[in-house]
């Protein structure tokens, strides 16, 4: 524990570079842009359909194009964000590879919230952006392809039954914690390959910040999931 408080007091300001520098990028609100881009400035995304900046609104109430554009440029955003991130530490003094990884890493989880927060609460856009489920979803494929392969497969299933990406979206956010305490403790810890029991910790109370935020974004849908007025999806052509 000394140890990583050490390294954070010694680090800050790496934290802070990655965090305005995500926070920045995430600002940048695709949905937002696409849809007055669309328009011609008539319209605002935030103000249609169900009033979120994000891919699922655009689906619905601009269509599949500029949904397509807008999932990309969302996770393309995220994906810059956490390697810029990870850059950042990397430049810490290790003369352990497996240390540096962590290191790394953290860099990666600092960015992706930042990223994501920056999403939500774009400074550019007054504040009020979309849930952080594309983004959320590019860092964790960055940071732990293992977890990301069990959280499609979980979003999957869970849209193919339902319908709605709403009740995928949650369910993947439920599950992003345990399923990030599984690969790590007993994949990267308990297998020998030399992680420490701190970084299992950490990982773990970083997704669960992640999808705490997630799931806290998708009050609204919640409450209509539960009274059974959850929308499918469907799409406007174009």
Request: aromatic letters at 12%.
């Given at each position: ?6 390294f954070?007091?010694?680090n800050w300001?790496r934290?802070?570079i ?11 609100n ?8 669309v328009?011609k400035?008539k319209d605002d ?8 900046a994000?891919f ?13 554009i807008?999932?990309?440029c969302?996770a ?12 950042i ?7 352990n590879?497996i240390l ?5 890493n ?5 960015a992706?919230?930042?990223c ?10 007054k ?6 489920v ?10 732990d ?7 499609i497969?979980?979003f ?5 039954i339902t319908k709605?990406i709403s009740?995928a979206?949650?369910?993947a956010a439920?599950?992003?914690a345990p399923?990030?305490?599984?690969a790590?403790?007993?994949?990267d810890?308990?297998?020998g390959?030399?992680?420490?029991l ?10 669960l910040?992640i999808?705490i935020?997630v799931i806290?974004?998708?009050?609204a849908?919640?409450?209509r ?14």
């Amino acid at each position: 524990m000394d140890f990583y408080l050490n390294f954070v007091a010694d680090n800050w300001w790496r934290f802070i570079i990655a965090a305005v520098v995500a926070y920045l990028l995430g600002s940048i609100n695709t949905a937002v842009l696409v849809t007055k881009i669309v328009t011609k400035g008539k319209d605002d995304i935030r103000n249609m359909g169900s009033g979120n900046a994000g891919f699922t609104n655009v689906l619905r109430s601009v269509g599949k194009i500029p949904a397509i554009i807008t999932i990309v440029c969302d996770a393309l955003k995220c994906i810059i964000a956490v390697l810029l991130g990870g850059l950042i530490f990397s430049t810490i003094a290790s003369d352990n590879q497996i240390l540096s990884n962590e290191f790394v890493n953290c860099g990666k989880y600092i960015a992706g919230i930042f990223c994501i927060l920056g999403h939500s609460y774009p400074i550019y856009f007054k504040f009020k952006g979309g849930k952080g489920v594309v983004t959320a979803a590019a860092l964790i494929a960055i940071e732990d392809w293992r977890v990301f392969i069990a959280i499609i497969i979980v979003f999957l299933i869970v849209f193919l039954i339902t319908k709605i990406i709403s009740a995928a979206s949650i369910t993947a956010a439920v599950l992003y914690a345990p399923l990030t305490f599984l690969a790590t403790f007993f994949l990267d810890y308990m297998s020998g390959a030399g992680y420490s029991l701190m970084y299992v910790i950490l990982s773990t109370v970083a997704s669960l910040i992640i999808g705490i935020f997630v799931i806290v974004k998708h009050k609204a849908n919640i409450g209509r999931l539960l009274r059974g007025e959850e929308k499918k999806i469907t799409a406007k052509k174009g």
